[in-house]
């Protein structure tokens, strides 16, 4: 089994920061692309913010170039999302994605979710 556990959503201010954590555990072999999605109301599809692939290299929403960072950590297992001069308008449930290649071959996984709230 795999797990995407993710952590650091919040209430802030607009203009203030957060910093988001997915990490992935479980069996896998092959961690291809991760990254975070958002979905600002319940019904509505769920956006891509940023993704890194296997090779590091990263895609952004162009609301957010300029503003958010993705990374991830030494063992590729591991993203952040800095989000840095947040709007009201980045309000919404964030989920981390990830595209791992098991035992039986490739499978997406998603995470259970983070909120994040902006106030004017």
């Known amino acids: 089994q795999v797990h995407l556990v993710e952590s650091g959503g919040g209430w802030v201010h607009a203009g203030e920061s957060l910093r988001l954590s997915c990490a992935a555990s479980?069996?896998?072999?092959?961690?291809?692309?991760m990254g975070w999605y958002r979905q600002t109301a319940p019904g509505k599809q769920r956006e891509l913010v940023a993704?890194?692939?296997?090779?590091?290299?990263?895609d952004y929403a162009d609301s957010v170039k300029g503003r958010f960072t993705i990374s991830r950590g030494s063992l590729k297992n591991t993203i952040y999302l800095q989000m840095n001069d947040l709007e009201p308008g980045d309000t919404a449930v964030y989920y981390c994605?990830?595209?791992?290649?098991?035992?039986?071959?490739?499978?997406?996984?998603w995470g259970q979710g983070t909120q994040v709230t902006v106030s004017s």
């Open positions: 994605n990830a595209q791992l290649t098991i035992i039986v071959g490739d499978r997406t996984y």
């Open positions: 479980g069996n896998f072999l092959v961690v291809n692309n």
């Open positions: 993704v890194i692939s296997g090779d590091g290299s990263t």
